[in-house]
């Protein structure tokens, strides 16, 4: 089952879907803004994205919660991004045990 962590106000989250769904891949959609990722769902996204926390982090949106402070540990930034899912950069598709963050939308076709 393909996951996508969606945020429907997005146009690179919206062009991920119509991209998907082009495809014929109807995944389940977590609106993560409504419905945010614990934190040790983002450790397994993380992982799967080979991405480090900071390396996931919307930089406008990180500096207005104060995340882009420099030196703060990996699980301080996984602890705020919980707190406030919008710094979680976005969309992020899921297929098994691969992901891919859909910038650009089309980086989601290598884990199909």
């Known amino acids: 089952m393909v996951v996508m962590y969606h945020n429907p106000r997005c146009a690179k989250s ?3 879907l119509a991209l998907l769904e082009k495809k014929g891949v109807k ?5 993560y803004l409504k419905t945010p990722p614990d934190q ?3 450790k ?3 992982r ?3 991405k480090t926390p900071r390396e996931l982090l919307r930089a406008k949106e990180a500096k207005a919660v104060g995340l882009d402070k420099p030196g703060l540990s990996d699980a301080a930034i996984i602890a705020g991004m919980v707190e ?14 691969r992901a891919a963050l ?3 939308p ?5 884990i199909l």
């Open 48 to 50: 799967l994205l080979g």
């Open 44 to 46: 397994r996204l993380l």
């Open 14 to 16: 919206r062009a991920t």
């Open 27 to 31: 995944p389940r959609i977590v609106e």
């Open 102 to 104: 859909g910038r650009p």
């Open 84 to 97: 406030h899912p919008v710094v979680i950069e976005r969309p992020i598709v899921v297929n098994g045990n």
């Open 106 to 110: 089309e980086a989601v076709l290598d």
């Open 40 to 42: 040790a769902e983002l």
